[in-house]
């Protein structure tokens, strides 16, 4: 039977779906740096003022703000960076099948960092989900344009695999959903207000009304998937949780198949990497305590 915490987690993962799918129709009209940057400030003024209304004796300042401004960096900071920086140089492919490696390095940090001891079928599980991701998300027909865009891509799934633990890291100290996100943000929009001038002119901030909709609209939804993945993660196991986390991509093909018609068929490839992500969320559910 699922617990809670894996509930959330599989909330959690339909909203960021919902997300992704929204972005598909943002990046006709605006950059990647972009939507990070809406999202950043964005969730700093929606979760700053849940935080002063809803958790106005907690104290900010204390060793968990670290944790929770080095999470913001990771993820969205350097992690979205480096993820765009492989899909312009190795394709959108390539890339997200290896950011999709995500959970390993969340569950590696959570070792490391929160001395948890995955058994045997937590990592199965969590290599089978990352499996069925790639297979899902891997188009044979990508081009390759740079090479280094695999070190950008991997560095981008190391950051986004290690954000996850520390902010857990974060609500040990600072219990408050609502005040971590809002640190959060601010080492988010720090980040990425410094390497700004390390991008090409064109993929920097762009004020199309279009995309900074979109992108509004794609952030207020990964604000509610904020509010269901930090609860998952203080209540269960990082190692646990943020594998199924990293199930949206099923959930990505199920909205395309849902509301665009899309005409891509059930073939051999999304089959078995639906049940890939299937057995794999079966085998933390089941023996993964």
């Known amino acids: 039977m699922l617990s809670f915490p894996i509930l959330l987690a599989l909330c959690a993962s339909l909203c960021f779906a919902l997300a992704d799918f929204n972005i598909r129709f943002a990046m006709r009209h605006s950059t990647a740096y972009t939507g990070s940057m809406v999202q950043a400030v964005l969730h700093f003024f929606i979760f700053g003022a849940l935080a002063l209304w809803l958790a106005a004796d907690v104290n900010w300042l204390n060793q968990g703000t670290w944790w929770f401004l080095a999470s913001g960096a990771a993820d969205p900071g350097v992690g979205v960076i480096c993820f ?8 959108v492919a390539r890339a997200a099948s290896i950011v999709g490696t995500a959970p390993l390095f969340s569950t590696t940090a959570a070792m490391i960092l929160l001395g948890e001891r995955p058994n045997v079928w937590t990592w199965l599980g969590t290599v089978a989900i990352v499996v069925g991701v790639a297979v ?93 993945l930090f609860p998952a993660i203080r209540l269960g196991k990082v190692s646990v949780v943020i594998p199924f986390v990293h199930t949206s991509p099923l959930f990505v093909i199920l909205l395309a198949w849902l509301f665009l018609r899309a005409k891509e068929k059930i073939n051999h490839r999304l089959l078995m990497g639906a049940l890939l992500i299937g057995f794999g969320a079966a085998a933390i559910t089941g023996f993964g305590k």
């Open 84 to 91: 765009c920086i492989g899909i312009s140089r190795v394709g």
């Open 136 to 228: 899902l998300t891997y188009e044979p027909r990508s081009e390759i344009k740079q090479k280094s865009g695999y070190v950008y891509a991997i560095l981008g799934a190391v950051c986004l695999g290690l954000a996850n633990p520390l902010r857990k890291l974060g609500l040990e100290f600072i219990p408050s959903t609502t005040v971590g996100l809002t640190i959060a943000q601010v080492g988010s929009i720090l980040t990425l207000l410094l390497v700004a001038p390390m991008l090409p002119a064109g993929t920097r901030f762009s004020k199309n009304p279009r995309g900074l909709g979109f992108f509004s609209l794609s952030a207020l939804i990964v604000a509610l998937a904020y509010s269901m």
